[in-house]
């Protein structure tokens, strides 16, 4: 049973057990410490944590940001949802009283916020997160509390395309943003399909605009791939600035997502997103009249129905073949 004495208008907790060191912490109230020396004795017992590895989600989430995220291919991103989650409730929860019950309980606050998708990422991070924490940081825990939680339903895959006329007013207000680099970054978004984080991580050297194609050496699925240009796409890089560090768009995405809500914003676009000119693109190439390999190979889609995600044809294109 834990001791607890005041001193100095604190109250001290103390713990011993058999073959463990001895423990304690202060804290200001009594009830905080009797309640913290019970559930920590309980801990010790019964091997799950010992004392120093009783910290609290939050301390989890930004080690593992620390020592593992940044070896990522997609380490901003995973990084800011890391962020993101620190500043929730359940982070602030001990890993001795962490339960299922936490988890639903963030899962339907969360829900109230956000779509389900992101919903499903919080959780799949949460749950790597402490499995990392017990398979390879020797934190013993009776088990993983976010694999119990139902996951909520993800949203439909996004069949945005861009209508008559919105393209050209989007490249009307991209024109207008002082940056030199955004509307040919916005134009050669739609006429390659690459992602967001492969035009922005792009560089010169990996530019061939002799032989109208550019290589990425790593891209989100872990292999590198050639990129074709077309004519408008060659237009736009050879009459770019070229900027000391050697990229070929120097932007930062948080530069890059202000200059694109201002930009839809003055051109009255509602529910476009960057990544839906990748999604225009694709359906441009099968359009065009690519087949299913030619068209992989460009955009980098190992399957067909990851392919078919990205793939909405429109129904009158379709109408004049069958003519």
């Not at 309640?35 to 799950?48: F, N, S």
């Amino acid at each position: 049973m834990p001791s607890i004495s005041k001193e100095y208008g604190v109250y001290r907790v103390r713990i011993r057990c058999r073959d463990l060191p001895n423990v304690s912490k202060i804290f200001k109230s009594k009830t905080d410490a009797r309640i913290w020396g019970e559930k920590t004795e309980r801990a010790m017992k019964l091997g799950l944590l010992s004392p120093d590895q009783d910290c609290t989600l939050q301390d989890l989430l930004v080690r593992y940001g620390r020592e593992v995220t940044p070896a990522k291919r997609g380490a901003p991103q995973e990084q800011s949802r890391l962020n993101k989650l620190c500043q929730q409730h359940i982070a602030t929860i001990r890993l001795s009283n962490l339960n299922s019950n936490h988890v639903a309980q963030f899962r339907d606050s969360r829900l109230k916020t956000v779509c389900g998708t992101s919903v499903v990422k919080d959780l799949s991070i949460l749950s790597l997160v402490i499995k990392t924490a017990t398979t390879e940081w020797g934190f013993k825990l009776p088990s993983n509390p976010v694999v119990a939680v139902k996951k909520p339903t993800e949203n439909k895959a996004r069949d945005r395309r861009l209508a008559d006329g919105e393209y050209e007013q989007l490249l009307k207000e991209c024109g207008k943003r002082k940056n030199h680099w955004f509307k040919p970054l916005v134009v050669v978004a739609l006429e390659t399909g690459m992602r967001r984080g492969e035009l922005l991580s792009l560089e010169w050297k990996h530019v061939h605009l002799d032989k109208n194609w550019a290589h990425l050496p790593m891209t989100k699925n872990g292999d590198g791939r050639d990129v074709p240009l077309s004519r408008r796409a060659m237009d736009e890089l050879q009459a770019l600035p070229r900027d000391i560090s050697g990229v070929v768009f120097p932007l930062s995405i948080s530069a890059l997502r202000g200059l694109w809500d201002r930009s839809l914003k003055r051109a009255d676009l509602r529910d476009l997103h960057f990544h839906d000119l990748r999604h225009e693109a694709t359906s441009r190439f099968f359009e065009l009249g690519l087949n299913m390999m030619e068209v992989a190979a460009i955009t980098g889609h190992k399957d067909l129905k990851m392919l078919q995600r990205y793939t909405h044809l429109r129904a009158e294109d379709l109408a004049r073949k069958l003519q």
